[in-house]
């Protein structure tokens, strides 16, 4: 089982707190990507959807999984871990925005590697997310 890497970059016309709060909202992220992910569990930090949140999220064809956030930065930064019922391991997201002249860039990278010794198994599942997530963020653009 090989480890798998995806990395997605894109700039929005919108100012950096308006593209942090949608990509790090977890309803709208959920809207986004037209798929139910329901916080679960509150940050007790000044954000609802900060470190110690946790959601859920039903993908198709997949089991109902857990994903919790490790790192916050209001405008800058989201790192979170698949925390429960996933067939991935070692997994990290990490979404990190800067401010690009009142443009917003998003710089979004996720590590992940398959539990089970399936052939082709993390090839499929990260060409699932890049084609998933990389919609979520045109229709977000497409928004500005």
């Known amino acids: 089982m090989s ?8 700039e929005f016309n919108a ?3 308006t593209v942090f709060e949608a990509l790090t909202d977890h309803a709208t992220f959920g809207e986004l990507m037209s ?5 679960i569990v509150d940050s ?4 609802v959807n900060g470190v110690g949140s946790i959601r859920s999220i039903k993908l198709p064809l997949a089991p109902l999984f857990e994903e919790t956030v490790v790192s916050y930065e209001k405008n800058k ?7 429960k019922g996933s067939p991935i391991k070692n997994h ?6 800067t401010d690009n002249d009142g443009k917003t860039k998003l710089h979004y990278t996720i590590q992940l590697e398959p539990k089970l010794p399936i052939p082709f198994l993390g090839s499929i599942i990260k060409l699932g ?10 229709k977000l653009a497409s928004r500005y």
């Open 77 to 83: 930064l989201m790192e979170y871990t698949i925390s």
């Open 15 to 17: 100012p950096i707190d």
């Open 35 to 39: 798929t139910p992910i329901t916080r």
């Open 129 to 138: 997310l890049e084609k998933s997530i990389s919609s979520a963020l045109d």
């Open 44 to 47: 007790e930090s000044d954000s």
């Open 92 to 97: 990290m997201g990490r979404m990190t925005f």
């Open 3 to 10: 480890v798998q890497n995806i990395t997605l970059i894109k």
